[in-house]
């Protein structure tokens, strides 16, 4: 963990350097660029939660915010399980030439989706003004989940690294899982929707709720969160950690030769 | 002062099974009762012990497969030994393959900054010494475009350019000198012996006996991953160059 912080000082010129060139690549000769990311929040979160509203007969405002932050939180989780895997395979050029810290790469991920994630809440941030439901202070209550978000996505974005790089095929079937996931965490729908319907227990078996709840909650109702659901994150994010700095100790030295 | 030290190293590659690194094989040799099959080792390296000082000139020289580049990867701190212990004090800049280790769909120009900042330099240095690298690499107007429009030729010239635009520590060759067309190998050569008079210390692996002999005052000879002789450039290449004599005929 030290090591790991003194290197997220040390080398931040060249991750972000690194970091900075994946993102202009990806929208590299796209007319729009960067406009893209906000454009398809826009139209899905617009869109989508206009028709699901009438649908299910509830408020649009209301839902259409709801939607927006879940599902913004959502594509962060998702990134640190798919990017996490390719961290190392798209280095393995670098992690066979150069005796750096492989934590670089890493934070290299971290980054990217971390550019992701502000667009993303700055883009729900916009959609609650035009609904009239922001407060500043919601920023302040959001913190705490942050701070875990963000040690969530270092732990599992690691763990995945070193997973990905051994099991090649390992990203193929986390996308897959991902979309069994999704229905089964409360992003398009508030989660007491099940809880009243009596199958409140697959919430309880899914910390990824928590994870979304902990950003949600303070964004749409200006306070702190359950307890409950920071106990859980917090949980899970020791875990996620432990089994990476264990990764770390462990198949380190395995990774120039399996990249 | 010791710039690597070497103590009792060994390196073993694992030979895996074609399927091993898939997830399916790894549940289902993990649910089967079917003995695992063992695994496969290769000792790339066996037992090496050697000390490098600060400014000694090394060469490695051995046949294709002695070991010479796992051991260049070991002194560089890339692969860690199976068994032993491996100490490096400086910054290592290894120049050990030029078609891997760069960003392709980016430009040039920007691999080199990319590639300096690898090799511990800040952001506004690797700009500073961008100018004379472009140059040196006479690759023109080509930096500024992805490097996947290169040829071999072209990346080469820009590796080469990159990686000894600094002063290094301690600089680890792979078989680099005298790549490139006549023109840019002369260039290269005269760029290594700037080196030569300045006190970093150089490690590089070679099959040519002419630039083992011209650019090293020590040289360890390979041979299956164990060292047959470390000494002066000029005792160890008369002994290689006998020992070829012999088995030659």
Known sequence: MKTDISVAIKYFDLYYFLAKQDLKNRFRRSYLGISWVIIHQLTF???????????????????????????????????????????????????????LPQSIFIFRTMLTAFFYLGVGISTAVVVLLLFNKFKLA????????????????????GVMAYLGLRYRDLQHAITSLLSLIFIITPVLYPPEVLVKKGVGFVLYLNPLGSLIEIIRYPLLNYGFAETKHYLITLTLVSLTLLFKFWLKKNWGRYVPFWA | MIAVELKNVSLDYYFDNEDSYSLKSALLNFYSKAKRPVDKTFRALNNISFIINNGEKVGIIGLNGSGKTTLLRTVSGIFHPTKGKVTINGVVSPLLDFNTGFEYHLTGYENIQIRLMFLGLSKKEAQEKTPQIIEFSELGDFIYQPMRTYSAGMSLRLA???STAIHPEILVADEVIGTGDAQFAIKAKKRLENFLSLDCTMILSSHSMDIVRNFCNRIIWLKNGEILADGSADDVIKEYEEFFKNTGK
């Open chain 1, 45 to 99: 979160s617009l869109v989508a939660g206009f028709i699901w509203a009438k649908l299910w007969g509830i408020e649009a405002s209301n839902f259409i915010s709801f939607l927006t932050i879940g599902s913004v939180i959502w594509a962060f989780i998702a990134s640190s399980l798919t990017e996490g895997c390719t961290t190392f395979i798209t280095a393995q050029g670098y992690l066979k030439q150069i005796p």
């Open chain 1, 138 to 157: 919601s920023l302040f209550y959001m913190l705490p989940g942050m701070a875990i978000l963000i040690c969530y996505f270092y732990g599992t974005s």
């Open chain 2, 160 to 162: 080469f350019a990159t």
